[in-house]
């Protein structure tokens, strides 16, 4: 019979063998001390029949038996130390800000209010305090969690064409709380910005414009453009006593009074015409439900639906959501509706710090404030927008706009034609640091500050003169802004954008699927793409019938078809 040490176990701590040479009834050496099953001096019998038990076992299962065992042995001895070393360090390897901010541990150890509170304005107007929150600052830290984080480059993949979201490096929730600054961003030249009030009388009617945004003159427009330590300009409820009531896009007195209560963070959408399906954010946080508020805008078509529909609905709230009605819609189109909630959300929460709009089409998968923490703050930025995935001048995309009937043709060359007066030219590299004239407009995060606010105003005041189409005139605002004060909006990739937001599916389309026995979408029921256990990609037993129509076609190939179905369903 072999000895243990034949089968080339090492010896050493965590439940090793003994030495080499030690067999059933070897003695341990004077002074040194036995180890695992190994004999102790002056041991009883009680240590050699286990001695003799273990080696009949190895005898039993063979070398390879053996050496599988010890295997599993030496995993359960590395995962035991690993579990006690986790236990042991627990109050200090759980302190992940500290490690990585050089900071004391009071920071994971702060209390987080459990309810909304207001912000208390200290005595500089331009400095919030949060109770119960600690705060860092640049110098309190040397290195960020994500810094050297690169997007890799994204594979290509056949089956899949067009645009697809890429990695995003964000920081724990606790951390983007943690860095949230406690200073507002400074807004150059301009402090004080005040909004313009008009009535019948005041009103001249041969201006373009309307009763919700004013009948702005050219040479308004114009000045509007010259930015000075305090201004006032049209910015959309030009009439009654403040946004919301009397003044076309009217609001509730009572839910007037709620948004005024929303003080930090506001994540809007909206819905008009009962176009779009509700999406319920998904990955939102405990922290996040205290202290940001959701609020989708919906008509009273909407509204009605939504009631009737949704097992949710309770107390104008359906999920995160609160829905509030608006009556008296100033426009009779949805799309020039919808624009005043996404660029004047600073006129209808008047104390709220931070903004996120996201188009009804769109549901929301990572926790808002991680999107202000990676785009506003890490960047030292007040407003960030995604770039369009494929067009970056603001000629392509109006031919586009024209090629899939987005808009009237007449008018959307009226408004080109007006920008190439003024200067417009096509985009190119030699316009660096701009990296695109054309955003892709249905994701806006954003600080309320002086310049940022006067940005949406003056784009507002754009969709108001011209089209709809707010990507043409993006470019034309931010550039008269920058050549005055050097302040343009932050643009990020739009495959990072993809990353935070899932595509959804307005209402008409889905039902319309549903009338005809297709499937919808899975994006528009399960938005992961994650395959569950048990799943396949295999189709339904619905779309037998597809396969015997392809097989009936054995006499086309099948590569030559898909080519241009590909494309053009990628161009659409």
Known sequence: MSGAASLGLRTGSCGSLPAAGAGAGAAVPVGRKARGWGLRAGAGGGDKERLQLLHRALR??????????????????ALFCSLFAVVKDDNTSSIIIASNYEVTNAIQNSVYPSTTRPLMMSNDHNKFEHPNRLHLSPGNFTNHPCEGFAVPPILFDKKRTGPRPCPVCYVSIDQA??????????????ENLDYALEDSVTANFSNPGSAFGGHLSLEQR???????????VHCGFVRGKKPGQGTGFDISDDDLLEMEQCRELVVASAIFGNYDMIQHPRNVSELSKANACFYMFVDEETMAYVKNSSSLYKDNKVGLWRLVVVRNLPYEDPRRTGKIPKLLLHRLFPNVRFSVWIDAKLQLVV??????????????????????YRRFDVYEEAEANKAAGKYDNASIDEQIDFYRNEGLTHYSPAKLPIT???????????????????????????????????????????????????????????????NFVVQAYHRELLEQMIASGRNTPPIAVEPSRKIRPGSSRRAPPSKKPVVRRKKEKKSSS??????????AMDAV
């Open 436 to 498: 695109s004239d054309v955003p892709e407009g249905c994701v806006i995060i954003r600080e309320h500050v002086p310049i940022s606010n006067l940005f949406t105003c003056l784009w507002f005041n754009e969709v108001e003169r011209f089209t709809a189409r707010d990507q043409i005139s993006f470019s034309t605002v931010r550039d008269k802004i920058r050549a005055k004060v050097g302040w343009m909006p932050q643009m990020f990739l739009d495959c990072e954008r993809r």
């Open 367 to 388: 926790d808002p404030y991680l999107l202000l923490e990676r785009f506003l703050w890490r960047k030292n930025s007040s407003f960030a927008i995604s770039r369009h």
């Open 558 to 567: 099948r590569r030559r078809v898909a080519k241009p179905v590909t494309w």
């Open 222 to 232: 114009n000045k509007s453009f010259d930015i000075t330590n305090s201004m006032t």
């Open 60 to 77: 039993l299962v063979g070398r390879r038996g053996a050496g599988l065992l010890l295997l599993l042995a030496v995993a359960s001895a």
């Open 177 to 190: 709380f943690a860095l949230m600054p406690l200073q507002a961003s400074p807004s150059p030249v301009l």
